[in-house]
């Protein structure tokens, strides 16, 4: 295991043990982006969302994965515990995926994050960078404070490199100097904005956030015109 402190108490694990090559399969074929954990000695299984592309997987065989500490027991033992060359049993979990549409056939993406919930949308967008795509994907992040605004020298570097992606950030419990982070939090307003510079009939959402958030903004998206089946979304408490 590879392990790299990053912020708030907070670390990335990348791991550099090849799964199974079925595993391997699964998991890079059909763009899952959620893993279980099985942690030695731990009855209790952790899911957790893959912030590293397919390809990653496909060419070297490991995943990352940002894990908050706390006292659950599975991310107890990623931060108390954990050591170079420590092997954990991995398998797909949840239902929370992405499907990239063949070439000629892409939508654009709209992807709103709150706090962890950017994890797994980290990974669409990178995925969006390596496969060339020129469809428009717009990101809106809300946190809590910039220091938890994660992933974010990554999302500019992304931004920099690619004119089709667009991050707007929000922080809802200090006032930013910087004129790039709104100090509030997402609204109905920044919604009707962001669909409106996409195309809503080739358009599909990614939500994911504490629960009372996600509610929100899903149906904030139903109130502007994009249709229930193009918003997948992930509760994370």
């Given at each position: 295991?590879?392990?790299?402190?990053?912020?708030?108490?907070?670390?990335?694990?990348?791991?550099?043990?090849?799964t199974g090559e079925e595993e391997a399969k699964r998991i890079g074929v059909s763009r899952d982006l959620e893993v279980d954990l099985h942690i030695?000695?731990?009855?209790?299984?952790?899911?957790?969302?893959?912030?590293?592309t397919p390809l990653c997987l496909q060419t070297a065989g490991t995943i990352d994965l940002a894990i908050q500490y706390s006292t659950?027991?599975?991310a107890h033992w990623m931060h108390t515990k954990c050591k170079v060359a420590d092997k954990l049993s991995i398998q797909v979990g949840g239902d929370f995926y992405y499907y990239p549409s063949s070439p000629g056939e892409e939508r654009e993406l709209l992807l709103v994050a709150g706090g962890m919930g950017i994890n797994p949308l980290f990974s669409i967008?990178?995925?969006?960078?390596?496969?060339?795509?020129?469809?428009?994907?717009?990101?809106?992040?809300v946190a809590r404070t910039a220091s938890s605004l994660l992933f974010k020298d990554q999302l500019e570097r992304l931004c920099a490199n690619s004119d089709a992606i667009e991050?707007?950030?929000?922080?809802?419990?200090?006032?930013?100097?910087?004129?790039?982070?709104?100090?509030?939090r997402i609204t109905r307003e920044d919604l009707t904005q962001a669909v409106a510079t996409l195309d809503l009939l080739n358009l599909f959402c990614f939500?994911?956030?504490?629960?009372?958030?996600?509610?929100?903004?899903?149906?904030?998206?139903?109130?502007?015109?994009?249709?229930?089946?193009?918003?997948?979304?992930?509760?994370?408490w």
């Amino acid at each position: 295991m590879h392990v790299a402190a990053i912020d708030d108490g907070e670390v990335e694990i990348g791991d550099e043990e090849k799964t199974g090559e079925e595993e391997a399969k699964r998991i890079g074929v059909s763009r899952d982006l959620e893993v279980d954990l099985h942690i030695p000695e731990e009855n209790i299984v952790g899911g957790y969302s893959i912030t590293s592309t397919p390809l990653c997987l496909q060419t070297a065989g490991t995943i990352d994965l940002a894990i908050q500490y706390s006292t659950h027991p599975p991310a107890h033992w990623m931060h108390t515990k954990c050591k170079v060359a420590d092997k954990l049993s991995i398998q797909v979990g949840g239902d929370f995926y992405y499907y990239p549409s063949s070439p000629g056939e892409e939508r654009e993406l709209l992807l709103v994050a709150g706090g962890m919930g950017i994890n797994p949308l980290f990974s669409i967008l990178q995925h969006q960078v390596h496969a060339h795509s020129s469809r428009k994907v717009k990101l809106l992040f809300v946190a809590r404070t910039a220091s938890s605004l994660l992933f974010k020298d990554q999302l500019e570097r992304l931004c920099a490199n690619s004119d089709a992606i667009e991050v707007q950030y929000f922080v809802t419990r200090e006032v930013s100097l910087n004129p790039k982070i709104n100090s509030c939090r997402i609204t109905r307003e920044d919604l009707t904005q962001a669909v409106a510079t996409l195309d809503l009939l080739n358009l599909f959402c990614f939500v994911c956030g504490p629960p009372p958030m996600t509610d929100n903004v899903i149906q904030c998206l139903r109130d502007v015109g994009v249709p229930q089946n193009c918003i997948q979304y992930e509760k994370w408490w």
